[in-house]
């Protein structure tokens, strides 16, 4: 059985709370978990004590058991020491997609053709 430590969501609707749990990776979301390792509140400042709350000990077990962690629930790990998280790196994010830089090539091509018309254009006057 493959278990993961990942949030389940509570609260009311726009009002989310979350407990980071222990659960079968196959079971649901919000489903029937094995443990409550701590609770989330997304709501509360991020400088407050309250927003995350781990039971560091029992997160240790279970990774040293063979729980993986969901990428949110690491990063609560990594701020807690628990366990490092290497940081993503993902360069070609930001970088356009075919049809933009087309669009852009063909811009640029027509903003030298005005360039090149208007330099002929004063060169004769």
């Known amino acids: 059985m493959s278990v ?3 949030l389940s969501r509570g609260g009311a ?5 979350y407990r980071i749990v222990v659960a079968n990776s ?9 443990e409550k390792i701590g609770t989330y509140n997304p709501l ?12 560091v000990e029992r997160a240790k077990h279970w990774l040293a058991v063979g729980a993986q962690p969901t990428d949110r629930v690491a990063r609560f790990l990594d701020a807690a020491g628990v366990k ?5 790196n993902n360069p070609k ?7 933009a830089k087309e669009r852009a090539e063909e811009r640029a091509a027509k903003l030298a053709a005005v ?3 208007a330099a002929e254009a004063s060169a004769e006057a």
Do not use: C, W
């Open 26 to 34: 196959r079971s649901p979301r919000d489903g029937a978990f094995i």
């Open 93 to 99: 994010k930001a970088e356009p997609g075919e049809k």
């Open 13 to 17: 609707k726009k009002r989310p709370y």
């Open 4 to 6: 993961s430590i990942r």
């Open 44 to 55: 509360l400042a991020k400088d407050d004590e309250k927003r995350v709350v781990l039971d």
């Open 84 to 88: 490092e998280r290497a940081a993503r």
């Open 115 to 117: 360039q090149e018309a």
